[in-house]
């Protein structure tokens, strides 16, 4: 675990802290990863109230599943910024994407249950704030495709070089069967979801005000099954998760009471498809416990 | 001829007399390639809609109101979707048609956003488009029926084809020319220059920009008071119009 070079009287104590919670933070994830039989682990963590950083394979590139939504969201605000859209424009919602395998056209297997109030306005319109609301919250697929076809995937790829994030690639919406196929697919590391959210979380992901109104989307999520889950339950989190089959992900900016918040990517990957499991919530536990300790908690 | 619409029709205008931010994205008189080749004038006189109430109060036709061939989203030039609008004066006679299949289906017809009048700089118009005309509809639902799958769809292109030989229907398909989640129909590249406007050579803006307004011709709309029809008519062609669909 890394500590800034400002140091302080009790620095020497500090360093000692440092070290005791990386051990037993590194023994503990080695543990979930055995426990859970998990094939591939990468984690990225930053906390602003200790400037502590700490990760485990945090390079290693994954299948992005749903957490590239964060880097849709940010284009959408990056043209917000820019004054080349508005956030209350019309979308059209209609469920005709092309794929980018072989630009044949196809359509999303959506119903009421899986779309709810997007599939409601099939043929009309919604404007762009609530498909990015929608996109992030319930985790909408067609709200995502949607917004890709607003901006654009250059564009998108343009917002994560602009503001230095390696580490993301999005290459296209999501259910693009064809593509995937072709293995053409959207990737992300644990340490480029952690500075996109670090850049979210201290208000430079273009401006404190578009970074706010990403915060106040992101903490309205509905998924809370990842990092929320292995938090005390005052504890407010501003994530995005992303599960497909052997991957299960959740990137998130956790708020504590009287501390500043810290910032987490729990990236897994499992042998054979999993239902339902605990090991992203594990993970967020130990880091909180973990940070608890070391405050003395 | 009256100053006001409120007095009178609709404005119409001559496209070449608008601003010039405007005049770009319309494009009047200027010739654009099909998709198979074909060379079309783009229309030059257009209905103006000063507002959003305006197009909402508008009716072309007993059951389609104006605003319902204006549905856009952000795909067109946001110049364009702000008032005061302008649409081709051909939106007239794709209303008519269009009334003839609500009539034939006895159920509202909704046009799809995007499925009306799209200016050249709508991002859908890659090449002439009979929307760009305001002769094109795209129809997502009849009734209740939201049009998405091959059965649906091609009953109703039959039962249109039936209707008349004046629509070209688009096929059910996934290709490009088809359509698999909507009903496209089009009266091709119509342009038409209403009576009360006069035509004249002068393609470029003029100091006295030309326009005129339409006659109130059709007086049930625009709340004529109804006068008896003559017996010799049989009493079903003056009966009221039965309302809006929305």
Redesign the interface.
């Known amino acids: 675990m890394a500590k800034s070079p400002a140091q302080t009287p009790d620095a020497v104590d500090v360093r000692q802290s440092v070290a005791k919670a990386e051990q037993s933070l590194y023994a503990s994830v080695l543990a979930i990863r055995g426990r859970h039989e998990i094939e591939r682990l990468g984690i990225a963590f930053y906390d602003a109230e200790t400037t502590l950083q700490w990760s485990y394979n945090a390079d290693l590139a994954f299948h992005a599943a749903s957490t590239m939504k964060l880097a849709v969201l940010l284009a959408v605000f990056r043209q917000y910024t820019r004054g080349e859209l508005t956030l209350d424009e019309p979308v059209h919602v209609r469920n005709k994407f092309v794929s980018i395998y072989d630009r044949k056209p196809y359509m999303l297997d959506i119903n009421r249950d899986t779309e709810g109030e997007i599939y409601d306005h099939l043929g009309r319109t919604m404007s762009v704030k609530q498909l990015a609301y929608y996109m992030i919250t319930c985790s909408s697929n067609f709200a995502t495709n949607l917004l890709v076809d607003v901006v654009g995937v250059p564009v998108i790829q343009t917002a994560l070089d602009e503001l230095k994030i390696d580490g993301i690639r999005v290459l296209r919406g999501v259910e693009d069967h064809g593509a995937f196929e072709a293995g053409l697919n959207n990737e992300v590391t644990a340490n480029g979801l952690l500075k996109l959210l670090r850049l979210v979380a201290e208000g430079k992901a273009y401006g404190e005000e578009a970074s706010a109104q990403m915060r106040e989307i992101l903490l309205d999520q509905r998924h809370k099954s990842g990092i929320p889950a292995g938090l005390p339950q005052a504890a407010r989190v501003a994530h995005k998760t992303g599960n497909i089959s052997t991957v299960h992900h959740d990137a998130g900016i956790v708020y504590l009471e009287g501390r500043k918040p810290y910032v987490l990517v729990i990236l897994t990957q499992f042998s054979s498809e999993t239902g339902r499991t605990t090991a992203v919530a594990d993970v967020s536990r130990d880091i909180y416990e973990c940070l608890a300790g070391m405050n003395g908690g | 001829m009256a100053e006001t619409e409120t007095e009178s029709g609709l404005k119409i205008v001559d496209a070449f007399d608008l601003e010039p931010d405007l005049r770009a994205l319309l494009r009047p008189g200027e010739l654009v390639e099909g998709i198979g080749g074909q060379y079309h004038h783009l229309p030059r006189y257009f209905y103006e809609i000063p507002s959003h109430e305006a197009a909402r109060q508008i009716r072309v036709t007993p059951h389609f109101g104006l605003n319902e061939f204006l549905?856009?989203?952000?795909?067109e030039a946001a110049r364009i979707r702000a008032f005061p609008r302008y649409v081709p004066c051909a939106i007239r006679i794709l209303a008519f048609y269009l009334e003839r299949l609500r009539e034939a289906t006895g159920a509202p017809v909704?046009l799809?956003?995007?499925g009306g009048y799209r200016s050249p700089a709508h991002k859908l118009s890659v090449a002439a488009t009979p929307h760009m005309w305001a002769t094109a509809a795209d129809v997502?639902?009849i009734g209740t029926v939201?049009l998405?799958e091959r059965a649906s769809i091609e009953t109703y292109n039959r039962l249109i084809e039936d209707l008349t030989d004046d629509l070209y229907v688009m096929p059910y398909g996934?290709e490009i020319g088809k359509a698999?989640?909507h009903i496209h129909v089009d009266l091709g590249y119509v342009s038409i220059v209403p009576r009360e406007i006069s035509e004249d050579r002068l393609e470029g803006p003029q100091p006295r920009p030309r326009f005129a307004y339409e006659e109130r011709r059709r007086g049930d709309r625009r709340g004529w008071p109804r006068e008896p029809l003559p017996e010799v008519l049989p009493a079903a062609a003056h009966g009221s119009p039965s309302g809006h669909d929305k």
């Open positions: 549905l856009v989203d952000l795909k909704h799809a956003v995007n997502y639902k939201v998405r996934h698999d989640d």
